[in-house]
């Protein structure tokens, strides 16, 4: 197929471009490198630097794309909730925008990375799709207003759309002497942050609020490993059907506390990892636990890198090869 890729110098984007090229596709990436990175391009793919706003340029109905996946957005809940204009027009506004061009160029189908967040507290664990969605954040808020968008050119103008909706996604992909992971600028994620305590680069991690209702205070989160995730995608493509949404939660269906990955952390780095408890971060749920039992049964999706330890094992190996030796170039 010949796809276009939105936000493919980001984390999850650029390994999942590298799994389409592999399994035969061609690829081009339209990002503008807000927040991703040059190097995580894949030299095998295409690349337009344009805002995902501008894709009809790319998206011409003369280009013959079969089909768009899009994961171009800003992701940090907590910053949504300082600056939620730039959420709404990044996230829902760029979104409507590749919505109208897919419509235009006659593009038959369309998968979105949708978030655990637009369920907000949920009222059942683990999550279904079909749970209330209440987001506590604008991040979350944005993300839904896309999903629904989708529903209704799904049905209006026989678009075959999949919505998948992440848990928290962690881990590398590494093959061959490749090595792609996370990292975001500032970070805001509790397990790259916490490596770079384990790598000496930050004095302590700031646990915020141990005072939730879990097991031990801190929040509870389902991690999934981002080959996992991005082998998801394939499976979408390929299920998405003409005049359908289909939505699907990717997730373990095994939650972890903030503590017990700091537990994780320790024991795959050997570094004691200090942490300091701090304020609750404004919009973040107690608990998200995602039910993938419909992307198991539609889409044949069974991960398989599923332990906390798989996970933080392959980031703690990105960390080592790319990250340490970048910060230290950088100060
Ligand atoms: N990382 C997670 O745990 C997680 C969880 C749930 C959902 N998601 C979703 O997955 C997607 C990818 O997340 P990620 O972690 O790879 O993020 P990332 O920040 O690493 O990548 C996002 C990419 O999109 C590009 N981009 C952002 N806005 C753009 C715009 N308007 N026009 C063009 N390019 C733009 C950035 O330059 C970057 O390369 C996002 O949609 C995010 O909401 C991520
Ligand atoms: O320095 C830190 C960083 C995070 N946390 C805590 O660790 C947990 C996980 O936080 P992350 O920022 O790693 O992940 P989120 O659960 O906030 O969000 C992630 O998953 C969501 C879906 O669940 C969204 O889609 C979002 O894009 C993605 O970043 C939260 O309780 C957070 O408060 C800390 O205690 N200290």
Do not use: R
């Given at each position: 197929m010949k796809l276009l890729v939105t936000g493919g110098a980001g984390y999850i984007g650029s390994v999942v471009t590298r799994m389409l090229l592999d399994h035969g596709h061609q690829v081009t990436v339209l990002d503008d490198l807000r927040t991703g990175h040059r190097e995580a391009l894949a030299p095998d793919a295409t690349h337009a630097e344009l805002p995902v706003h501008e894709a009809a340029r790319v998206l011409?109905?003369?280009?013959?794309?079969d089909g768009v996946l899009h994961f171009a957005a800003l992701i940090a809940a907590g910053e949504s909730m300082i600056r939620p204009e730039l959420y709404w027009d990044t996230n829902t506004v760029g979104s409507l925008a590749l919505i109208d061009a897919v419509r235009a160029a006659r593009v038959p189908r369309m998968v979105f990375s949708s978030t655990a967040a637009v369920y907000g507290n949920p009222t059942e664990l683990p999550i279904p799709e079909t749970a209330v969605k209440a987001p506590t954040s604008t991040y979350g808020a944005t993300k839904l207003a896309v999903d629904m968008a989708l529903t209704s050119e799904a049905i209006a103008h026989d678009l075959a759309a999949v919505s998948l909706r992440y848990f928290n996604v962690a881990g590398a992909y590494l093959r061959d002497g490749l090595a792609i992971g996370e990292r975001h600028a500032p970070e805001t994620h509790l397990i790259p942050i916490a490596l770079d305590v384990a790598a000496g680069r930050r004095d302590k991690l700031q646990l915020f609020g141990d005072d939730y209702p879990t097991v031990d205070g801190t929040c509870v989160r389902d991690y999934i490993h981002v080959e996992d995730l991005a082998r998801a995608h394939l499976l979408a493509l390929d299920a998405a059907t003409p005049g359908r949404h289909r939505i699907y939660n990717l997730g373990n269906g095994n939650g972890f506390t903030n503590r017990q990955v700091v537990d994780v952390v320790r024991e795959v780095t050997g570094h004691p990892v200090p942490v300091e408890v701090a304020p609750r971060r404004e919009g973040d749920p107690a608990e998200l636990v995602a039910s993938s039992a419909l992307a198991r049964d539609e889409l044949g999706w069974t991960p398989a890198k599923a332990t906390l330890h798989d996970m933080v094992g392959d980031a703690w190996a990105f960390y080592r090869a790319h990250v340490a030796g970048e910060r230290e170039r950088e100060e």
């Open positions: 011409t109905p003369d280009a013959g794309f």
